[in-house]
T-cell receptor, first 114, second 113 residues
Framework: DPKIIQKPKYLVAVTGSEKILICEQY?????MYWYRQSAKKPLEFMFS???????DNQTASSRFQPQSSKKNHLDLQITALKPDDSATYFC?????????????FGPGTRLTVL | QQKVQQSPESLSVPEGGMASLNCTSS?????YFWWYRQHSGEGPKALM?????GDKKEGRFTAHLNKASLHVSLHIRDSQPSDSALYFC?????????????FGAGTKLTIKP
């Protein structure tokens, strides 16, 4: 059974629209993260949450908003989509936010903005 | 300049051979290093971590860290076709009690049967 579920697997959106990427983890972890991967940039850290609290935000744009409704959920809302937002978005989790804990990645959501 | 630089960008190794991947960081705040592997269409998966000088061996994989030069390497012996993947080096630092991880651009490894 998959331990980290990301939905949908593929997503096509038009410029200016809004989308929500879903992430659920069933590992019992306390920390969750969002990363972005595109052809232009390596794996890029976006957000980290610990016990449903935002710990770190490395995205320059407020168009990206994480939402944590439950301890094991961390969704990503993206508004006013741009073609440059096209990328694969990975959710990850770790037992704790402290140093040295392995991060487990989900399968990703590939977003294409036309 | 990227804080974590990997070389080579791509590498082709015959099956059964040794693959050697390199990673250098430019920030002495990095104290913990990870190697992740990503197969096509999947998310990255951690292979191993290292934070002490010297070698760390796990099966066919050996990581080597030289803290003085901030250089970490990954050696894969007896390479298998299933080892073909994108390999990321990741460097970790503590920032006000939180861990921050920076990934390198990756090395694409191809194992030729």
């Amino acid at each position: 059974d998959p331990k980290i579920i990301q939905k949908p697997k593929y997503l096509v959106a038009v410029t200016g629209s809004e989308k929500i990427l879903i992430c659920e983890q069933y590992l019992g972890h306390n920390a969750m993260y969002w990363y972005r991967q595109s052809a232009k940039k390596p794996l890029e850290f976006m957000f980290s949450y610990s016990y449903q609290k935002l710990m770190d935000n490395q995205t320059a744009s407020s168009r990206f908003q994480p939402q944590s409704s439950k301890k094991n959920h961390l969704d990503l809302q993206i508004t006013a989509l741009k073609p440059d937002d096209s990328a694969t978005y990975f959710c990850a989790s770790s037992q704790d936010k402290d140093w040295g804990y392995e991060q487990y990645f989900g399968p990703g959501t590939r977003l294409t903005v036309l | 300049q990227q804080k974590v630089q990997q070389s080579p960008e791509s590498l082709s190794v015959p099956e059964g051979g040794m693959a050697s991947l390199n990673c250098t960081s430019s920030d002495r705040n990095f104290q913990y290093f990870w190697w992740y592997r990503q197969h096509s269409g999947e998310g990255p998966k951690a292979l191993m971590s290292i934070f002490s000088d010297g070698d760390k061996k796990e099966g066919r994989f050996t990581a080597h860290l030289n803290k003085a030069s901030l250089h970490v390497s990954l050696h894969i012996r007896d390479s298998q076709p299933s080892d073909s993947a994108l390999y990321f080096c990741a460097a970790s630092e503590r920032d006000y009690g939180n861990e921050k991880i920076t990934f390198g651009a990756g090395t694409k490894l191809t194992i030729k049967p």
